[in-house]
């Protein structure tokens, strides 16, 4: 915690409070003391922060300060009428079919206008700091300067079931009341906000959640298909590239030129009654756009059918396999 402030805020003659900025310096301010109502003087000098002063000079008045926050804070927010609601963290995870995890997790921050807001209202066995409404929606409002809310009252709000949230204004600096909108602004940050509870999410929104990722999840199997398909379609390209490579007269002739070395020549020559360069009238048999198709010389390959298959009445054979 940083410099203690100082007690900011009296209460003038309507029983209002009133700002220290507000009163005219000295004892004629006419503010009392929200805790202990005796006099306060307004101390408004040059070096000190600005503030009140019990008049009969006993700052042991140990609760004004802390009634005084809790004054402040239900007056401003009765007159605005309104409150930013901090993000409301709600976890739901899943994957997709490549393992791929998606998690949503928060309804966003936003202000909120009331419709109603009551002051010290007990409901549900709880005594509200306030009670405001959206519509007939209630929202507890809970002040938190030197007390949080407790495990009991905790359980009963939680129990009822309906939306709490606690300002934590326990880390005020004199910065934060120098006047009304300074204090306002600290207690309307969402960063000094925190839910105690929020009704609406047990029902509609984790289900709206889980819609939604499963969404997503979908969108994403459905990129992940057109990627197989381009894929697929790359490699489909790539293989008719390479057969309008095997067609060429360039590729035909290297496989006349490397075909004794052949591996399948090697292997199959034990089948033919001939020796290479030696082949009979119906091998060497020009096949337009055919003679690479096994991807050896064409002298090979229609050797092998008419040695392996005629001849010795084999029925299968590859030259992957000799190849590999
Ligand atoms: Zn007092």
């Known amino acids: 915690m940083g410099i203690k402030i100082k007690l900011p805020f009296g209460l003038d003659k309507n029983n209002t409070l009133v700002h220290i900025s507000d009163v005219e310096n000295g ?25 009140f002063r019990h008049d ?19 007056q401003i927010i009765s007159e605005r009428q309104k409150i930013t609601l901090p993000e409301y963290v709600v976890f739901s995870s899943s994957k997709d079919s490549r393992g791929k995890r998606y998690s949503k997790c928060f309804i966003p921050s936003k202000t909120i206008d009331f419709d109603s807001v009551e002051e010290e209202k007990d409901l549900h066995g709880i005594r509200a700091d306030i009670l405001a409404k959206i519509g007939n929606r209630p929202l507890v ?25 606690e300002i934590d204004l326990s880390g005020l600096a004199p910065k934060d009341v120098e006047d009304w909108e300074h204090f306002w602004s600290y207690l309307n940050n969402p960063q000094h906000i925190q839910w105690l509870n929020n009704a609406r999410v047990n029902d509609n929104i984790s289900k709206q959640i889980e819609k939604e990722l499963t969404r997503e999840i979908q969108e994403q199997e459905k990129k992940y298909k057109q990627e197989d398909i381009e894929i697929e379609k790359a490699a489909l390209l790539e293989a008719i590239k390479e057969i309008q490579f095997f067609k060429k007269k360039e590729h ?6 490397e075909a004794l070395s052949h591996p399948a020549w090697e292997y ?49 054979f590859s030259i992957g396999l000799i190849n590999g």
């Open 27 to 51: 004892k004629n301010c006419g503010c009392v003391c929200p805790s202990c109502q005796s006099p306060l003087i307004a101390a408004k000098g040059n070096i000190k922060q600005h503030h």
């Open 56 to 74: 009969d000079g006993r700052d042991a008045c140990e609760g004004g300060l802390e009634s005084t926050v809790h004054l402040a804070a239900k």
């Open 252 to 257: 035909i002739d290297l496989l006349k030129k």
């Open 141 to 165: 409002i809970e002040i938190f300067y030197r007390h949080k809310v407790d495990a009991q009252k905790l359980d009963k709000i939680e129990k009822a079931d309906i939306s709490a949230i």
């Open 268 to 316: 199959f020559s034990k089948y033919v009654p001939y020796k290479w360069d030696e082949f009979p009238e119906l091998i060497n048999k020009e096949v337009p756009n055919g003679d690479w198709i096994f991807g050896c010389d064409r002298r090979i390959w229609q050797s092998i059918i008419y040695g392996y298959f005629i001849l010795h009445k084999n029925n299968k």
